[in-house]
């Protein structure tokens, strides 16, 4: 997949009210992103949580979180993100977490996202290359799946 596909460049706010623009925003040389499309899809974003404070931050790997919404919402981008930010006490995770407004196609496609009802989790390295995907609550399987990505291709034994 390294090349395939690419994270889309995207305008974004992190919860502090700044602008980013991912993929330029993702800072470690390997980056966890998870897109999420529904407030109650949060809940998968949280089922990976101990995995990510633990197993991928001790790997290097940073995670953001990339709620989605249609432009519809814009208007309501203060009181949404707000809400959002105040639910959020820890300043790293409200930098982290990065919101998009505006036609969902445009992450969607690039993505290759045919599933707005679960997250879908992306592994993208330093410049915006996508290395692996996985989506859905957390799966032991996907993210050894998802470190070993991380870590690269192993020389050949035997």
Same mark, same amino acid.
């Given at each position: 997949? *390294?090349?395939?596909?690419?994270?889309?460049?995207?305008?974004?706010? @992190?919860?502090?009210?700044?602008?980013?623009?991912? *993929?330029?925003?993702?800072?470690? /040389?390997?980056?966890?992103?998870?897109?999420?499309?529904?407030?109650? $899809?949060?809940?998968?974003? @949280?089922?990976?949580?101990?995995?990510?404070?633990?197993?991928?931050?001790?790997?290097?790997?940073?995670?953001?979180?990339?709620?989605?919404?249609?432009?519809?919402?814009?208007?309501?981008?203060?009181?949404?993100?707000?809400?959002?930010?105040?639910?959020?006490? #820890?300043? @790293?995770?409200?930098?982290?977490?990065?919101?998009?407004?505006?036609?969902? =196609?445009?992450?969607?496609?690039?993505?290759?996202?045919? @599933? $707005?009802?679960?997250?879908?989790?992306?592994?993208? +390295? =330093?410049?915006? #290359?996508?290395?692996?995907?996985?989506?859905?609550?957390? /799966?032991?399987?996907?993210? +050894?799946?998802?470190?070993?990505?991380?870590?690269? *291709?192993?020389?050949?034994?035997?």
């Amino acid at each position: 997949m *390294p090349g395939q596909v690419r994270f889309p460049r995207l305008d974004a706010r @992190d919860l502090t009210g700044e602008q980013r623009w991912l *993929p330029d925003a993702f800072t470690g /040389d390997h980056n966890l992103v998870f897109v999420a499309f529904r407030r109650q $899809q949060q809940a998968l974003i @949280d089922s990976w949580g101990p995995w990510v404070g633990s197993q991928a931050a001790a790997a290097g790997i940073r995670a953001y979180e990339v709620p989605v919404l249609a432009r519809l919402w814009a208007p309501f981008r203060p009181m949404i993100d707000g809400g959002m930010a105040g639910a959020i006490q #820890d300043l @790293d995770t409200r930098r982290s977490t990065l919101t998009v407004y505006g036609d969902v =196609r445009r992450v969607t496609v690039p993505l290759g996202i045919t @599933d $707005q009802s679960t997250v879908s989790v992306f592994l993208v +390295a =330093r410049g915006g #290359d996508v290395v692996d995907r996985a989506s859905g609550a957390f /799966d032991e399987q996907e993210a +050894a799946r998802l470190l070993a990505a991380a870590a690269g *291709p192993r020389p050949a034994t035997g």
